[in-house]
């Protein structure tokens, strides 16, 4: 990567924190936990077995708020992506989702309105199952399809465009819950567990923005110059 | 409209122009803008093919030669809309490809009016218009959360279909809720039904 970056292999994992504080999940989704100590990028990668080029181009990705597309990542390890994104479906089904659907309930039933449960509910977890079936389609088609690519098989029909195209907003959902709550709720009093709920819909809201982000801009094109490579080989 | 968006796209070799330019979109008022910024001509083509953007923003000094047919019709995106970034003079047969200008000293007013007028984004004219329901709207709204049809609703009515959805988008766009689960919660909480009329597809 010859494009200067915010962050480098000897920029210490602690100042990444206080420079951006949401990269705290992208650490996490690669595997490395807190207590860092003084160790810089490179030394945290290495003592966890992470490639920190491809560490250092996320992370560098995802703080520069900009989308911009200008190189091509050669030198990044897909295993290392694949292994990233994987965590972070793991992190929204597995955890984030079913905690704001936990507040979600002790918000409403706070309200002494049975029905309100109820309708929410029905709301939520028809949400979850969209985007339930969204990860499980990445997990279990598109990645499997990406590691027989890097063995040098190339799929006689399937292309990573295809994925793309499937690519539906799942994030519009939740904005719609969002407005619903902004707008529609009925008020009493000081809200406060409902404030939460909506605090936790918003940071998640984003989550899922940027990690749709890091597939659309970084894994696909990657992957789609793999296919490519293949395609004229054969 | 507060909820119309657009997918920009800026290639511009200088890195300051290239961010300058995509800060002050994100502040043109009522349409919320998403910026991408292209930096190598090269990689133009394939962006545009994988994420078709609603517009994209060229400095034809740079890519004079860009071809603009032929990007949009390789990419299979032919409602691509194209604005000439300009610095300074350019040769008119250039931009006879492209459907907008922008020069350097735009002011944010400025590129929201040219973003306006090509895609009817103004909030002029509808922003009167409250976002409270009208009687009929609620009794259709009703009606889809009970799990009517189209067809039944207008039975129902006594309207006909093409009346019901028109009922229906405007429902969809004052409420800003385009999910049937999400018209439920409203119609729950606005008291509009009762729980136990719905109660079967709960």
Redesign the interface.
């Given at each position: 990567m010859s494009q200067h970056h915010k962050f480098t292999a000897r920029t210490r994992m602690s100042d990444l924190i206080n420079e951006d504080a949401s990269l705290l999940s992208s650490i996490s989704r690669f595997g490395i936990s807190l207590g860092f100590g003084d160790k810089t990028v490179k030394e945290a990668c290495e003592a966890n077995n992470i490639d920190s080029n491809t560490f250092l181009a996320v992370v560098n990705f995802l703080s520069e708020g900009n989308v911009e597309i200008n190189e091509t990542y050669n030198n990044i390890s897909i295993e290392t992506v694949i292994s990233y994104l994987k965590n972070a479906h793991t992190y929204f089904l597995d955890y984030k989702l079913p905690s704001i659907r936990t507040k979600l309930i002790d918000a409403v039933e706070s309200s002494g309105q049975l029905s309100y449960k109820v309708v929410f509910m029905k709301f939520f977890d028809e949400y979850f199952d969209e985007v339930r079936k969204h990860m499980d389609y990445e997990d279990k088609t598109v990645f499997p399809y990406v590691i027989q690519l890097l063995d040098g098989k190339l799929h006689h029909k399937y292309r990573i465009a295809i994925f793309e195209e499937h690519h539906s907003d799942v994030d519009s959902k939740l904005a719609e819950l969002k407005n619903i709550l902004v707008k529609y709720y009925p008020a009493q009093g000081t809200n406060y567990m409902l404030n939460d709920v909506l605090f936790d819909l918003l940071s998640c809201e984003k989550d899922i923005a940027s990690h749709n982000q890091v597939e659309d801009f970084f894994f696909v094109p990657v992957i789609e110059a793999i296919e490519h490579k293949l395609s004229e080989k054969s | 409209m507060s909820d119309s968006s657009l997918k920009i796209a800026i290639a511009e070799p200088s890195v300051i122009i290239?961010?300058g330019l995509?800060v002050a979109l994100k502040r043109v008022q009522g349409i919320h803008i998403?910026?991408?910024?292209?930096?190598?001509y090269d990689?133009l083509a394939?962006?545009i093919r994988?994420?078709k953007p609603d517009v994209l923003i060229l400095n034809p000094s740079f890519w004079g030669m860009a071809n603009l047919p032929k990007i949009k019709e390789d990419s299979g995106h032919n409602t691509l809309k194209c604005f000439a970034l300009l610095s300074g003079m350019v040769d008119e047969s250039i931009l006879k490809f492209y459907d907008e200008k922008i020069s350097l000293y735009d002011t944010v007013e400025q590129l929201k009016e040219k973003l306006d007028k090509l895609f009817e984004t103004s909030t002029e004219g509808n922003k009167d218009e409250t976002n409270t329901l009208s009687l009929r709207e609620k009794e259709i709204l009703t009606c889809v959360v009970k799990g009517q049809t189209n067809k039944e609703i207008a039975q129902t009515l006594f309207l006909s279909t093409h009346t019901v959805i028109t009922h229906r988008r405007n429902i969809a766009r004052k409420?800003?809720?385009?999910?049937t689960?999400?018209l439920?919660?409203?119609a729950?909480?606005?008291k509009l039904i009762?729980?136990d009329e719905i109660k079967k597809d709960?």
């Open positions: - | 290239r961010s995509s998403q910026t991408f910024e292209i930096a190598s990689l394939n962006y994988l994420h409420l800003e809720i385009h999910s689960a999400g439920t919660i409203y729950i909480v606005n009762e729980l709960m």
